[in-house]
């Protein structure tokens, strides 16, 4: 086996591992983790498809800057008696049903479907291309995605503002209702 | 004249034939290569942090009018390593109730994100381990990634002192980022390449540095990668006198030596980067490349220390005030004259 | 086995993103549903990347419409995680089966 199927199978071992982690962890700072290796992953097989440029931006926004982020959320409404409460709901049987079944489907439809695979060369040079790109068939949506970026960036402060800047003089503070009872049936 | 490439070329191709030899296909020789260059490269990092840690005492003590280290070898230059002995010794106490797994995790991943970085940094004519085609959005990529460590240790360490320290230190790392980064966009735009080597390659002349094309992005960038670095004037989240020791208030032994060994890593990696990108890397008239290359960056390091006994501590919300409100306005100011610059100089 | 080519990677982010749909209808923290998000982004990224290489390498469109991903989804987080804020400010709990104030 050489080494570039090599590479590919020890990253997507890599990725499905830490993705199963993330979302079968009991703590939630550990599913972050695993999360931040599978991105490191899924950069990994972004240089395998010769797309050095964005392995880069994968890991400078992804891990950097969304992961970050999240773990800053984890801190910030940690409970300390969280490690006791159920960390997934009910439908655990039906939720594994779907998604293999799912998985299924999108398999067999993959294996199926005779792709018009290209041997033309890819583009010399790390982003330029992309550069180009980007300014001339795709500059509508570079500039949408800049106001989005912008649109967000000022919601997310307002949103997350605490409550006495806006004038309510305390939270209300209230507990969550419990959740409903189970029909039977 | 005394040029190590092509010592580096004999021993590249030496584990060629060696590797050939036993039988073993083209992989292996890459392999075992890579491996060398690896260990090659961690034996430099530890002798020049080994190095920075007693120069960073003689310096402070010499700007504060003391002698420093003076007893252990001439001038204390063995100072460093008894320290590093007795940090070896010592006992590896784990706290209780604190997470195991992201407690042990949190220093190796702090060192890794610092260490990986010296795979694409120029230290001479042909020293680059690996000359990537990204090379320096690399850099900046690893460099987000000790955030990730930082709050590992914060959290791991179950003490709220750790915990704001941990934030505290995030929270500045990652506002520094972004003038950093634009710093280096306005030198990327003039160079057209994103490749350590080529970007070394275009300032041979002394007149081609780019610090005389770009003194405002150097500005920035020595200010934003004086706070990346978390030292003085914006060393709050670790200062001694206020959160005990921030985020490695927990750490002992072999472990804040990781943590300690990662920050003098980072400050000699920004120093290097700002030699490749200002100052014309290793180009210099009649040392060997690496020589000019060490005493570039070794005056990077100098400065940055130098910051240190000369400021005073900023406050949190003004090291967040200074870094969103003034550094990131004039980073784009410096993207748009870099603009206008290349659009008329080209015309 | 024969080299890597473009099913691998396909069915490799199907892989993904069934694990990522698994964990959106199971986890109870918000957060948990949040990453699980992520991860259903990453896949799609993965075939995105996986076509621009295979099927049109001569125009990298499909590394251009990745990075596009790569920004709307950091968007999304924010806001989401915003809200998510907001949520335990108001309420000191962030489980998903227990937000349903606006359930008839």
């Known amino acids: ?92 049987g039906t939720g594994l049903l779907v998604s293999l079944g799912l998985l299924a489907v999108i398999v067999y439809s993959l294996w199926q479907t005779p792709f018009p695979i290209s041997a033309a060369p890819m583009p010399e040079g790390a982003g330029g291309t992309i550069g180009r790109l980007l300014l001339t068939q795709f500059v509508l949506p570079f500039e949408i995605v800049s106001v989005l970026l912008l649109g967000a960036l000022i919601g997310a402060v307002v949103i997350a503002q605490k409550d006495k800047v806006r004038g309510v003089s305390e939270p209300p503070n209230t507990p969550l209702p419990k959740p409903a009872e189970k029909v039977a049936g | 004249m005394l040029e190590l490439d092509k010592l580096v070329k004999i021993i590249g191709d030496g584990i060629d034939a060696g590797i050939s030899a036993l039988g073993l296909g083209p992989a292996w020789v890459v392999l075992v290569q890579l491996i060398v260059a690896a260990a090659v490269v961690l034996i430099f990092a530890s002798l020049v942090v080994l190095f920075l840690v007693w120069w960073e005492r003689k310096v402070s003590a010499r700007f504060q009018m003391r002698l420093g280290p003076m007893r252990v070898g001439w001038q204390g230059t063995i100072q460093t390593i008894a320290d590093a002995l007795k940090l070896l010794q010592k006992e590896l ?27 694409t940094i120029p230290f001479g004519k042909g020293l680059i ?44 790392v990652v506002s520094y980022e972004v003038p950093m980064a634009l710093a280096v966009v306005g030198v990327i735009m003039l160079t057209q390449t994103l490749s350590m080597g080529e970007i070394v390659a275009q300032q041979q002349k002394f007149y081609q540095w780019y610090i005389w094309r770009q003194p405002l992005g150097f500005l920035i960038y020595l200010v934003a990668a004086t706070a990346e670095c978390n030292r003085t004037p914006f060393d709050l989240p670790e200062a001694d006198s206020e959160l005990v020791a921030g985020f490695v208030t927990e750490y002992s032994g072999m472990k804040f030596a990781m943590f300690f060994l990662a920050e003098f890593l980072n400050m000699f990696t920004v120093a290097a980067v700002a030699t490749t990108l200002f100052f014309g890397g290793w180009n210099g008239p009649v040392l060997p490349s ?44 410096n993207i748009v004259l870099t603009g206008l610059g290349i659009y008329i100089f080209k015309s | 086995m024969a080299g890597i080519g473009l099913t691998h990677y396909l069915t490799l982010s199907a892989v993904v993103f069934c694990i990522g749909v698994f964990g ?81």
């Open chain 1, 1 to 92: 086996m050489d080494t570039f199927s090599l590479a590919f199978y020890a990253l997507a071992f890599l990725i499905i591992a830490a993705a199963i982690f993330v979302v079968t962890s009991k703590n939630i700072f550990h599913s972050a983790i695993y999360l931040i290796l599978a991105l490191f992953g899924v950069a990994g097989i972004y240089v395998l498809l010769q797309a050095p440029f964005l392995a880069a931006a994968q890991v400078l926004i992804y891990v950097g800057a969304v992961s970050m982020l999240m773990i800053f959320a984890i801190m910030l409404t940690a409970r300390i008696a969280d490690d006791s409460i159920r960390h997934t709901n009910e439908q655990v």
């Open chain 2, 93 to 119: 106490i784990t706290p209780a109730n604190v997470d195991r797994g992201i407690y042990f995790w949190a220093p190796v991943v702090t060192f890794v994100a610092a260490l990986a970085v010296y795979v």
């Open chain 2, 129 to 172: 381990v690996r000359d990537l085609n990204i090379g320096i959005l690399y850099i900046l990529s690893i460099t987000t990634f000790t955030v990730i460590g930082l709050l590992m240790a914060g959290w791991s360490s179950n003490n709220k002192y750790a915990l704001l320290g941990g934030f505290r230190s995030a929270a500045q």
């Open chain 2, 290 to 333: 690496w020589a000019w290359f060490m005493i570039k960056t070794l005056l990077g390091v100098f400065v940055l220390m130098w910051f240190r006994w000369t400021y005073p501590r900023l406050r949190v919300d003004q090291l967040m005030s200074f870094a969103w409100k003034f550094l990131l306005p004039l980073a784009f100011i």
């Open chain 3, 24 to 104: 959106m209808l199971t986890r109870r923290n918000a957060i948990g549903v949040l990453m699980s998000i992520e991860l259903m982004f990453n896949a799609v990224n993965i075939t995105l990347v996986a076509f621009a290489r295979y099927v049109t390498p001569a125009t990298v469109t499909g590394q251009v419409v990745a990075i596009f991903t790569i920004a709307v989804a950091a968007a999304e987080a924010t806001v989401a995680l915003a809200i998510v804020l907001l949520i335990y400010q108001h309420y000191r709990g962030i489980d998903v089966d227990r937000v349903n104030f606006m359930k008839w």
